[in-house]
């Protein structure tokens, strides 16, 4: 399959693998890219930007194929290093840059002046208009019901993306419930070039983190994130657990008073507790409804393989058959 995005990223498939803080290590990045998706390093998981320099460069050994970096800019009062990540980025010869957060104004100069393709993950069309304006390339569009930040517009992809695709002129990939073939057929129908999925590649054999949370993603129902930080206008959608409860009872007590520090033990410093350890209680982690979706642990490459395989059956028999009067069960 050929479409604007594969042909902007020099990929086989429209698979993006979105940035996951501590997720997206070379080992996920090289193996969604072998398997002809475009995986993404997540540069701020690495510590320092010559840890991402490190990083980069162990992901070009285990793939010759293009591979991205996420930049997110969050909203925090003592910011990364970002010229420094960005410099990392371009001096690693990354071809592809996923940005996330705020608008990637600052640095986009640089990436573009690098001959770097941008594309910016957003939550509305207004901010997809703003990243088309600035001179992105490409945007992810994320709907209400993506693992991670979903804004505060509360839009899901069955709105978003047609009125994405009303507006703007670049391309763009769906984002967020994204998990199979059905998936991507609904999402070029809708006019997207492809789709960005999180929580789908989590629950992957190659996805560096340990088993424990595959095994609570495919245990997982549609019913079973929460929306948390909502008080302090940083929504974001996770996994409920015995942490999240917590918090959620704080903010319900606190109502409007409620501040950062009151929930930084359910939700700062908790990523390597439960990516690494395992220990799926330690804190609140990102994680989509799609997980309802999500029943079993294959490799990157049975993944990608079985969505272009079910997408094909879908267009050229499902579809095709309703046009030419074959009803299916
Ligand atoms: C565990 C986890 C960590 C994430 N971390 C980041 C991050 O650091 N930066 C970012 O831009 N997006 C992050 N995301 C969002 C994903 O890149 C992607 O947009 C989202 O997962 C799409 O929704 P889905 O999970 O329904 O596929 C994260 C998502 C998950 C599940």
Redesign the pocket.
């Known amino acids: 399959m050929k479409t604007a995005i594969t042909e902007m990223f020099g990929i086989e498939h429209p698979i993006i693998q979105?940035?996951?803080?501590?997720?997206?290590f070379a080992e996920m990045a090289a193996a969604v890219s072998n398997a002809g998706g475009l995986g993404i390093i997540?540069g701020?998981?690495q510590k320092t930007p010559q840890d991402l320099a490190n990083e980069i460069a162990k992901c070009k050994d285990m793939t010759d194929k293009p591979f991205g970096v996420?930049i997110?800019f969050l909203p925090t009062l003592n910011p990364p290093d970002y010229p420094a990540i960005v410099q990392a980025v371009i001096d690693g010869g990354v071809k592809v840059v996923?940005t996330?957060?705020r608008n990637p104004q600052q640095v986009l100069p640089h990436l573009k002046d690098a001959g770097i393709k941008v594309i910016h993950?957003c939550t509305s069309v207004r901010h997809s208009l703003k990243a088309q304006d600035i001179g992105c390339d490409a945007v992810?569009v994320?709907g209400f019901?993506?693992?991670?930040?979903p804004g505060e517009d509360d839009v899901p992809n069955m709105i978003l993306l047609p009125r994405a695709a009303d507006e703007l002129d670049i391309p763009f990939v769906s984002?967020?419930?994204?998990a199979d073939g059905r998936s991507l057929v609904a999402s070029l129908a809708m006019g997207a070039q492809g789709m960005?999925?999180?929580?789908?590649f989590?629950a992957t054999k190659e996805a560096p983190v340990h088993e424990n949370v595959k095994q609570a993603i495919v245990a997982a129902s549609e019913l079973d994130t929460r929306l948390v930080m909502r008080p302090l206008r940083n929504t974001e959608r996770v996994l409920t657990n015995e942490a999240v409860e917590r918090l959620l009872e704080k903010e319900k007590a606190l109502g409007a008073d409620l501040k950062f520090e009151d929930i930084i033990d359910e939700v700062a410093g908790v990523y390597p507790r439960i990516m690494m350890d395992g220990d799926m209680d330690a804190g609140a982690?990102?994680?989509?409804?799609?997980a309802g979706l999500i029943y079993d642990i294959p490799t990157c490459k049975e993944l990608i393989d079985r969505i272009m395989t079910e997408a094909d059956q879908i267009i050229n028999e499902r579809l095709v058959g309703f046009m030419k009067g074959k009803v299916d069960a």
């Not at 019901?145 to 930040?149: A, D, K, L, Q, V």
């Open positions: 979105g940035g996951m803080h501590f997720v997206g997540t701020l998981t996420n997110t996923e996330a957060g993950k992810s994320d019901e993506c693992g991670g930040h984002s967020g419930g994204q960005n999925m999180g929580t789908r989590i982690w990102s994680c989509g409804m799609v």
